[in-house]
């Protein structure tokens, strides 16, 4: 079955280290993006691309990086840098616009 | 810059009742998604609204957009247990050709019995 995968679904790190949040998708889409979600809070773009070695920042970029080396792939660095990382990350893709997005299960990411 | 408003943020309400979350959006767009997220869980698409005057039902839940007034509306109709969840609406906030979801905060339905 085609869709995006997430991992690890729960992940813990010490304050001042840097970790990355996976995402794959099988479903040849073009778009992908990172959100992060915190309690009763909507949805922030951290991070979109539309092609393979391109990508655009969104409203919330500082502290976070990305890749896009590969169609299916766009992982996530949270870095030092990101003052609150404690959240909800889910990533998304799609194919033409005014196609709905499609979730992976999200990572739940916890530093201490 | 795109600002979504949902109201009501909570929402308790009887099975077998009606009621109407609203999502109000400040700039033009003509693009509204309908998500639902179930505690500790993913986003699930619901409806995709494409122009004014667009409307989709499925089951219990109908949605429409008004671009012109920048207001997309969900209607429940005989609320069940089953629809309790949190419930976004999205509106492209598209720049440069890019697609730029912006999501509302979310309307958290409680059904109860």
């Known amino acids: 079955d085609g869709g995006i995968t997430q991992s690890p679904k729960y992940l813990f790190r010490k304050e001042g280290q840097n970790v990355t949040l996976s995402c794959e998708q099988n479903?040849?889409?073009?778009?992908m993006y990172w959100y992060r979600q915190d309690p009763g809070q909507g949805l922030r773009l951290i991070y979109y691309s539309q092609i393979v070695n391109d990508f655009q920042k969104g409203d919330i970029a500082e502290g976070y990086s990305v890749s896009r080396e590969k169609k299916e792939s766009f992982p996530l660095t949270v870095t030092s840098a990101q003052k609150n990382p404690t959240a909800f990350y889910l990533c998304?893709?799609?194919?033409?616009?005014?196609?709905?997005?499609?979730f992976g299960n999200g990572t739940r990411l916890t530093v201490t | 810059e795109l600002k979504v408003e949902q109201n009501p943020l909570f929402l308790s309400m009887q099975e077998g009742k009606n009621y109407t979350i609203y999502c109000n959006y400040s700039?033009?767009?003509?693009?509204l998604y309908w998500y639902r997220q179930d505690p500790g869980k993913s986003l699930e698409s619901l409806f995709v609204l494409l122009s004014n005057g667009a409307v989709k039902q499925e089951g219990r839940l109908m949605a429409s957009l008004d671009t012109k007034a920048r207001l997309s509306t969900l209607h429940i109709t005989a609320a069940v247990h089953d629809l309790s969840a949190t419930y976004f609406c999205?509106?492209?906030?598209?720049?440069?050709?890019?697609?730029?979801?912006?999501f509302g905060k979310g309307t958290k339905l409680t059904v109860n019995p």
């Open positions: 998304a893709s799609s194919t033409t616009r005014g196609s709905p997005l499609h």
């Open positions: 700039t033009t767009s003509d693009r």
């Open positions: 479903l040849n889409h073009d778009a």
């Open positions: 999205a509106v492209d906030g598209t720049q440069g050709g890019s697609e730029k979801l912006v």
